[in-house]
């Protein structure tokens, strides 16, 4: 029996992605605490905010990531051709099932160039506009050497992530998420220990980046290594060089520009508040809302792992339109979903500042709890449209671009008056007001009308089929 359970957590996509999501929450909750006892706040701000900045070094890449992970998918179901809109996607004949080699190296090929060029884009971004973002941090540090060793050291993994993107799409549009999983899991557990050796010596934030740096470049060495022999187990060498197919680029790009618009305008409606708080002198209150987000944060990614893992299972059934086949696969795990987040949030809500008491970071705490309570809320429907978002993408059509660049300027800059006025709560509040007006509902609803689920039917199937799938499937068990 016990041979059996282990089998079942080494070789299920579903159960590894979760194991790898505790392990980064175990990480998110372990090391941040040590790092929030061994760091003053200042340099615990920074840290958090060369975090965010990774993720806005790689808005260069735009979401190209996700269009290349659905492409693969697509010629993995036997797709001979990539949509360019949701014309030709209607116009799609069914898929032979196998997989088509010679057009997934093509799009290998294709899409090495564009990463080349992205990685030159991100250093740009990052040497220019994020040291003006860390700049208010920098001066408060009379300019630390460690402080930009780390900055420049973040850099350099950027690069690494961006590189290793491409990689990670084919192993997920490939159906290799066993693998993928395992892997990022193994590194998220070394992860923990080698954080725990640095942070023990007491040595600072220009060594954790380092950590990662060396991390972030063994990820791409194995991501790169195994797809390569992927294709050499389907009889398929690949070359070296560039073979530039026009028209798998038209069909990337005819997505790919409005999914990185569209990138970019949900960044600065959903991180750009983290930008707009690096700004304050009160490192006491940033520290307080970026440790209360990013906490927030791990819990979403858990209880998003039912559905995330699914993703690319479900490019193959909208290939095909199984419509059927998506609704009963999205049902329950939204459900799943849902519930974790709401149990995580409520249990975080209430034992956050005494596990702060706990580990001695008596100087620091969560943000109120009116705060906390639109922060929680926030995320959930953030995580409603994210996922319902993902799907529509799959037609490779993006009809919601404006409302995300609306949303997402009009935080950025009302949020830049909003704060010294009205304060964090005002911030979060305006933050909430206009997402719920564009990002939160229209996703969702053009995903409920493309696949012909009527929202009723939606409610109930998620509301009451859900529950009961999991209750089956826990007495099949016994």
């Known amino acids: 029996m016990f041979g059996r359970i282990l089998r079942k957590f080494t070789t299920s996509p579903t ?11 175990i990480h998110g909750i372990f090391i941040t605490s040590l790092i929030l006892i061994n760091f003053p706040n200042l340099e615990y701000s920074f840290w958090m905010l060369l975090k965010t900045l990774t993720a806005f070094g790689l808005l260069a890449e735009a979401g190209l990531g996700r ?12 797709a001979s051709k990539l949509p360019k809109n949701k014309k030709e996607y209607s116009a ?8 088509n080699v010679p057009q997934l190296a093509q ?4 899409i090495k160039f564009i990463y ?5 884009v991100t250093i740009l971004l990052l040497a220019t506009a994020g040291v003006a973002i860390l700049w208010n941090l920098f001066t408060q540090s009379n300019h630390d050497r460690s402080f930009w060793i780390a900055f420049a050291l973040m850099i350099v993994q950027s690069s690494f992530i961006l590189q290793s993107i491409k990689w990670r799409s084919f192993m997920a549009g490939t159906k290799h998420l066993t693998q993928l999983y395992r892997a990022t899991t193994i590194f998220t557990v070394l ?3 080698g954080f725990l050796a640095l942070l023990l010596n007491h040595l600072g934030i220009e060594y954790l980046m380092g950590y990662l740096v060396v991390e972030q470049a063994v990820t791409y060495i194995y991501m790169r290594r195994f797809m390569v022999r992927w ?24 997505v790919s520009w409005k999914t990185g618009l569209n990138t970019w305008g ?6 750009g508040v983290e930008l707009i708080i690096s700004q304050l002198k009160d490192t006491t209150l940033m520290a307080s809302f970026l440790f209360t987000n990013t906490i927030l944060r791990f819990i979403r990614n858990i209880a998003q792992t039912p559905v995330t893992v699914k993703y690319p299972e479900m490019y193959g059934f909208m290939s095909g339109k199984k419509f059927r086949q998506v609704k009963d696969t999205l049902s329950p795990r939204i459900f799943l979903s849902m519930s974790i987040m709401v149990v995580g949030f409520v249990s975080f809500g209430l034992l956050g500042n005494w596990l702060l008491d706990l580990i001695g970071a008596e100087d620091k705490s969560i943000v109120p709890v009116t705060i906390f309570a639109i922060m929680s809320v926030y995320l959930i429907l953030e995580s409603q449209a994210l996922i319902m978002g993902t799907i529509y993408i799959s037609t490779n059509d993006v009809p919601f671009l404006v409302p995300g660049l609306i949303t997402g300027a009009a935080t950025y800059i009302l949020g830049s008056f909003v704060l010294p006025k009205w304060g964090l709560l005002g911030l979060i509040t305006l933050q909430m007001a206009l997402n719920l007006g564009n990002n939160f509902w229209y996703s969702t609803y053009l995903s409920l009308k493309l696949i012909h689920w009527p929202l009723l039917t939606y409610i109930r199937d998620v509301a009451i089929e859900g529950p009961r799938y999991w209750i089956s499937r826990i007495r099949k068990i016994r």
């Open 67 to 78: 269009t290349i992970e659905r492409s693969v998918a697509f010629f993995y179901a036997g």
């Open 231 to 254: 294709f050499k187990s389907q009889n398929f060498i690949l070359k070296k060089g560039f073979k530039f197919d026009k028209s798998i680029f038209a069909s990337l790009w005819s």
């Open 92 to 99: 799609l004949s069914e898929t032979s099932g196998d997989p």
């Open 266 to 271: 949900f960044f600065f409606s959903n991180r």
């Open 116 to 120: 080349l060029l992205l990685s030159a």
């Open 191 to 193: 992860r923990i220990f």
């Open 107 to 110: 799009l290998l090929y294709t």
């Open 15 to 25: 159960l590894l992605n979760w194991v790898n999501q505790f392990s980064i929450f």
